[in-house]
């Protein structure tokens, strides 16, 4: 079993990065809606900032006692 609490909030994180960037996500980012804008570079942009700041919230905070 996992020692801490913080141990399993990033470990929930490290799935979480794996499941936005999977394949099946990113292509449906990637499909146009009108045949003229992709929005897979807002997708992935905006994906990996939640999970920078995300794991910069989980790294800052006390450790718990």
Do not use: C, H, N
Not at 1 to 30: E, G, H, N, Y
Request: cysteine-free; hydrophobic content about 60%; proline content about 5%.
């Amino acid at each position: 079993m996992l020692k801490s609490r913080r141990v399993q909030r990033l470990l929930a994180l490290v799935i979480l990065a794996a499941l936005l960037f999977t394949p099946p996500l990113i292509l449906l980012a990637d499909q146009s809606v009108d045949g003229s804008f992709s929005w897979l570079a807002a997708y992935l942009f905006v994906s990996w900032a939640f999970v920078i700041g995300l794991a910069a919230w989980l790294l800052e905070r006390r450790p718990e006692e």
